[in-house]
């Protein structure tokens, strides 16, 4: 199985600031035959189901706002939120889709400094 | 806006069984499902896999032997029959849809869920 490590596990920035998420897969997601790294972001908060956030690792969902981007290839990748607001409060999972089972990240807890 | 609605639900025994129902708003035949579990409080779970064509389903180990995906395309909805239910099973289930088309891939679209506890 892909083992995906987020890290840190919890993240505390001040409004305005960037905050960024690093996930790490234990093997690539790079498929070499149409070059795309199968890897999602997803924002949870309390109570709600997941939301996608990001697939194929820098596609931003469409009305997902444009100060969350993703980045990386392979192995390693980023979710980056430029200048935090009080809404994005949550905890954020990175997911792996390139093959079965379909792994998540344990969860990244953002919370305002 | 892709929405998904989860039933079936609720308070069972170990050993017992469910069946959950999901229904789309729109058509679901060219697109990859999945159930995803979550613990309360714990992270999320990936459980099965249905390709758009229903014919080849993947299961985690976890589950594996007692839980079956299936779906009905003409009806836009997705099934997962759970037996042999045990205590660590109990999650919120959620049901999800891929982006792409054709067994592409791609982020998964969820549901709001339903809790299954299982209890004596």
């Known amino acids: 199985d892909i083992v995906m490590t987020q890290f840190p596990d919890s993240l505390a920035v001040s409004l305005g600031e960037r905050a960024t998420i690093n996930c790490k897969s234990s093997q690539s997601i790079l498929y070499s035959s149409n070059n795309k790294n199968y890897l999602a972001w997803y924002q949870q908060k309390p109570g709600q189901p997941p939301k996608l956030l990001i697939y194929w690792a820098y596609t931003r969902e469409s009305g997902v706002p444009d100060r969350f981007s993703g980045s990386g290839s392979g192995t390693d990748f980023t979710l980056t939120i430029s200048s935090l607001q009080a809404e994005d409060v949550a905890v954020y999972y990175c997911h792996q889709y390139y093959i079965t089972p379909h792994t998540f990240g344990q969860g990244t807890k953002l919370e305002i400094k | 806006e892709v929405q998904l609605v989860e039933s079936g639900g609720g308070l069972v025994q170990p050993g017992g069984s469910l069946r959950l129902s999901c229904v789309a708003s729109g058509f679901i035949s060219v697109y990859e499902m999945n159930w995803v579990r979550q613990a309360p409080g714990k992270g999320l779970e990936w459980v099965s896999y249905s390709s758009s064509g229903g014919t080849t389903t993947y299961y985690a180990d976890s589950v594996k032997g007692r839980f079956t995906i299936s779906r009905d395309n003409a009806k836009n909805s997705l099934y997962l029959q759970m037996n042999s239910l045990r205590a660590e099973d109990t999650a919120v289930y959620y049901c999800?849809?891929?982006?792409?088309?054709?067994?592409?891939?791609?982020?998964?679209?969820w549901g709001q869920g339903t809790l299954v506890t299982v209890s004596s």
């Open positions: 999800t849809r891929s982006t792409d088309y054709y067994d592409k891939g791609g982020g998964y679209y």
